[in-house]
């Protein structure tokens, strides 16, 4: 206890029978002991504190337990080398900082350009590209033949199936795990598969592009029930 109220998330360990617990909101807690035992009690705001398990503690129901507020005092602070006043507001403003140097700021071409995906740069280069004149007496061969082959076909449909892929794992970084598991009600093992689940929604990736969180949260929920339903999980 400190001041009379109950002090959450102490951590009580029995160090000779190596038994430990944790105590609760209102600082209560329950362990193993026996005459002898040592139970040590740490809190990173309360100082440490031991107690040995005596015979009158064993034959009482109820020990109270008193901690002291852990303070540590410096004796001396030194702010170098910015004159620092403590007001974060007056020492953010007085500190001088370099540019960021980036491909933007540095005025590089293409600083702006997203870089492609593998499967993007595999098609692009597979691809016959624009007409140009000359290429009725000089076609290039390889785009050619990916064509007829379907190679060119196979890359289109691995590109679009990248960017699905990636659309999904962008829903999927918005929400922690705790709300599919708790809110959705999603297994937390089973959360990559609800994701696929959803991607072949056809109103998925109208509803994504819109980055509204909400109406894509509100997706997820309709398509959780029909996915609990279907797997069996209600």
Do not use: W
Not at 39 to 44: D, E, I, T
Not at 70 to 99: A, Q
Not at 109 to 137: C, D, H, W
Not at 175 to 193: H, N, Q
Request: proline residues 4%; hydrophobic residues 40%.
């Amino acid at each position: 206890m400190f001041e009379g109220k109950g002090v959450p998330d102490v951590h009580i360990m029995n160090i000779t029978a190596g038994e430990a617990t944790i105590s609760n909101q209102n600082g209560r807690f329950a362990i193993s002991v026996t005459m002898g035992d040592t139970l040590l009690f740490s809190a990173v705001q309360y100082q440490r504190k031991s107690l040995v398990i005596s015979a009158s503690i064993l034959e009482s129901s109820f020990v109270y337990i008193t901690l002291e507020e852990f303070v540590n005092e410096l004796d001396e602070v030194v702010v170098r080398p910015y004159n620092l006043t403590g007001d974060l507001r007056r020492d953010m403003n007085g500190i001088k900082t370099e540019p960021v140097v980036t491909a933007s700021t540095l005025g590089l071409p293409n600083a702006y350009v997203k870089p492609l995906m593998q499967s993007e740069r595999l098609l692009k280069e597979a691809s016959m590209g624009p007409f140009q004149i000359g290429m009725l007496t000089a076609v290039p061969f390889n785009p050619l033949i990916n064509m007829i082959t379907g190679r060119t076909k196979m890359l289109k449909k691995r590109v679009a199936r990248d960017q699905k892929y990636l659309l999904t794992e962008q829903v999927r970084n918005y929400y922690p795990d705790s709300i599919f598991v708790k809110r959705l009600r999603i297994p937390a093992e089973r959360i990559d598969d609800f994701m696929y689940y959803c991607e072949v929604d056809e109103k998925f990736d109208s509803i994504v592009a819109t980055d509204d969180h909400i109406a894509i949260l509100n997706l997820l929920q309709v398509k959780s029930k029909a996915y609990r339903e279907n797997n069996q999980l209600e």
